[in-house]
């Protein structure tokens, strides 16, 4: 073979320098912008777990995981060997006409997690485990309509972006498909959309990540009473939710006897290192979609069910069975949004703790103080979102803690932190939001100066 004279290493120490110079010219030119503006132009040298290193050897705290991609951390040494593993095995991989046993082995597995639940369908990404599940639905029900709620976030290829609720990222993309939007909760408007007889599904978070907005009690169950009536099916996107994130192994578990019919998966299971995805079905769904052999590769994907993703995806749920993850994310996250709440009463501008697990927003809101009034009216007259974008910055700055807000124009920080953060990483946050919080009800200082640097650069866009 040819290539010997390529290093990896090399290349890196030469013009890993370069990192902002290139996205600039080759990439999107507004992310290195973006991220300039907010003091987030940092170089990280090396990760593990929950934490990773700055080039001058400074530890960061990761509470936002990559949006939830690295459940167990970076560079489980468990997933870290399995990959390894499978690329010295040498493997024929993806021949696309033999039956490799990783993906079988990967769905006997995944499958044992969930219930009522027959088979999968393994892509790269959960766009492309939401728009498999839209294929699925309107192919099985002969029906040509999703319906979804508002805010919802369900990917950004067109299929998905046709069930997203956040108008920012549907703006200048249309035609999208027919879907139609409801409230989530709203049981009525649901219904009524059903009548109309064209309803192929209905695609619901069971915690939202814009904003991180659960499911009322009861909706999940009383959504899954009506489509069944219907002739419709139930789409739990787990994209982000699934794989322990909330205490369960889907939130959708949390209430009591909801079986979808499709799920969708993706993130955590990749364990960090190659993208999959995956959506789990019932196998009437699954044998209506391939119904003969000369449909048998009517839905693919080219790289789906590679080796290294199979891998890897064992891997994950190897870890987290034999180390309890969804026990410990369920009481560390306890813990950390307990500890959240205590500080409520205490600053007038923290407005809610909401969220389960290890998936948590932190809502401000409108003060009662006339000085503090003053400047968050200045803010959110400028642009809602900047109060949020002035917490999260100082966590980075000063330290050492990586969040972001929840979703353009909210006033939100989630908190989606590796499943592997323990007591100490818990302590470490709340002692830094509270030294924040302080600062900001101090009503002066860099904080501030920041806010209005936000709001001029926010003005001046406009």
């Known amino acids: 073979m040819t290539g010997g004279g390529f290093d990896l290493r090399a290349l890196l120490a030469e013009r890993g320098g370069e990192r902002y110079e290139l996205h600039s010219r080759y990439l999107n030119p507004q992310l290195p912008r973006v991220l300039r503006t907010i003091g987030f132009d940092k170089v990280y040298e090396r990760a593990e777990g929950a934490h990773f290193w700055d080039a001058d050897g400074n530890d960061h705290l990761d509470m936002l995981a990559g949006f939830g991609v690295m459940g167990l ?31 079988g082995l990967l769905a006997e597995r995944l499958l044992a997690h969930s219930p009522h639940l027959d088979r999968v369908f393994f892509g790269n990404s959960g766009t492309e485990a939401v728009e498999t599940a839209l294929k699925f639905a309107r192919y099985a029900t002969g029906r040509p309509r999703i319906v979804y709620c508002d805010h919802a976030f369900h990917g950004l290829t067109t299929g998905s972006l046709s069930v997203n609720g956040e108008r920012g990222f549907r703006d200048g993309f249309a035609p999208l498909l027919p879907d139609t939007a409801i409230a989530l909760g709203d049981l009525d408007a649901l219904e009524r ?22 499911a009322p009690p009861g909706f999940l169950r009383g959504a899954q009473e009506l489509l069944r009536r219907h002739g419709a099916l139930l789409i ?28 969708c998966v993706a993130k955590a299971l990749s364990g960090g290192y190659v993208p999959v995805g995956a959506t789990l079905g019932k196998d009437w769904i699954f044998k209506k979609v391939y119904s003969s052999m000369d449909r048998v590769l009517v839905h693919s994907a080219s790289f789906g069910s590679n080796a290294q993703a199979m891998a890897a995806g064992l891997a994950v749920l190897s870890v987290m069975e034999e180390e309890g993850t969804v026990a410990r994310a369920r009481r560390i ?15 007038e501008l923290l407005h809610e703790i909401r969220g389960r697990g290890l998936m948590i927003g932190i809502e401000f809101g409108r003060p ?90 926010a003005v001046a866009q406009r």
């Open 73 to 103: 951390g970076r560079h489980h040494p468990v997933v870290r060997k399995a990959l390894h593993d499978v690329l010295d095995a040498d493997l024929a991989d993806l021949t696309r006409f033999d039956c490799p046993p990783l993906p």
């Open 236 to 263: 739990a996107d787990e994209v982000q939710t699934g794989l322990g994130r909330t205490g369960d192994f889907y939130a959708y578990q949390h209430e009591e006897g909801v079986e979808p019919d499709l799920v």
């Open 333 to 347: 996250g306890d813990l950390l949004s307990g500890r959240l709440k205590e500080l409520v009463p205490r600053y």
């Open 368 to 457: 009662s103080s006339l000085g503090l009034r003053g400047r968050w009216t200045m803010l959110q007259a400028a642009r809602k979102g900047l109060f949020a974008q002035m917490v999260v910055v100082p966590l980075l700055q000063r330290h050492r803690i990586l969040t972001q807000v929840s979703g353009d124009h909210l006033e939100v920080i989630k908190l989606i932190p590796p499943l592997v953060v323990d007591e100490a990483d818990v302590d470490r946050f709340v002692t830094a939001f509270t030294a924040v919080m302080d600062e900001a009800h101090g009503g002066g200082g860099l904080m501030w100066d920041f806010g209005k640097t936000l709001v001029r650069q």
């Open 193 to 214: 959309e059903l009548r109309k007889g064209d309803v192929a599904g209905f695609v619901v978070e069971p915690i939202q990540g814009k904003g991180v907005h659960e």
